[in-house]
């Protein structure tokens, strides 16, 4: 089956300009997260979403928002773009059985570049 | 979570070798672990997983070792091969569906 869908896969954007990234999770994941990763900070954890709400959020700040639609496709939005934002954007699909989570797919990531 | 990011140690080996890679954990209460494997420009790709009521977990050429005692995940590969080359994360999750990743080890194979 497909797997985790990100576009696009490369943008430069000039710092304070937003930019909008899409995900479609695999089908029949519900649940969509999100991560940032920079050489320096590693892998750090945005926001996951399910059933169209957030349901968790990382320690980032009101600039980093995200949504989910009623097919669980996801998009994150940066607003007032800065050029510490330059970074991987990666989304990961996932489900849920008794045992807990399973089947935390990522993508391919954004890579997204501020000038 | 933690992010423990800024160190990323490299593990070189002789094709045809195993490969150990170690990861320390940050939570005792986290109950799922996974590996996974990262090449240049790609996203992160699932190698295998282990949940706490387990100490270990095989898969094809490798191996999940889960020492909760003291928080230590390590991941076996066996017979290494160029392929292999990459750089490989342990994530662990404690609450919701959300993980907290390690530094990463980067593994060079070589010929």
């Known amino acids: 089956k497909a797997g985790v869908t990100q576009t696009p896969r490369y943008l430069i954007k000039t710092r304070g300009q937003q930019v909008t990234l899409s995900c479609s999770p695999i089908?029949?994941?519900?649940?969509v997260s999100w991560y940032q990763q920079t050489p320096g900070q590693g892998l750090q954890f945005l926001f996951e979403?399910?059933?169209?709400?957030?349901?968790n959020k990382g320690n980032f700040p009101g600039r980093f928002s995200g949504r989910q639609f009623s097919n669980s496709r996801s998009e994150m939005n940066v607003s007032t773009l800065e050029l510490g934002d330059s970074a991987l954007y990666l989304c990961?699909?996932?489900?849920?059985?008794?045992?807990?989570?399973?089947?935390?797919?990522f993508g391919s990531g954004t890579r997204l570049t501020v000038v | 979570g933690e992010s423990v990011g800024l160190h990323l140690p490299t593990l070189s080996v002789q094709e045809g070798d195993n490969s150990i890679i170690n990861c320390a954990y940050s939570?005792?209460?986290?109950?799922?672990f996974i590996w996974y494997k990262q090449e240049s420009g790609k996203g992160p790709q699932f190698i295998i997983d282990?949940?706490?009521?387990?100490d270990k977990r095989q898969g094809q050429r490798v191996t999940v070792l889960l020492n909760k005692t003291v928080k230590h995940l390590s991941l076996q590969i066996a017979a290494t091969q160029p392929g292999d080359s990459a750089v490989y994360f342990c994530?662990?999750?404690?609450?919701?569906?959300?993980?907290?990743f390690g530094g990463g080890t980067r593994l060079m194979v070589k010929p």
């Open positions: 990961a699909s996932s489900s849920t059985s008794q045992q807990g989570i399973y089947g935390y797919t």
């Open positions: 089908s029949g994941h519900r649940s």
């Open positions: 979403y399910f059933s169209e709400t957030q349901r």
């Open positions: 939570n005792s209460a986290s109950d799922y």
């Open positions: 282990i949940r706490s009521n387990m």
């Open positions: 994530a662990e999750n404690n609450a919701g569906n959300m993980l907290t």
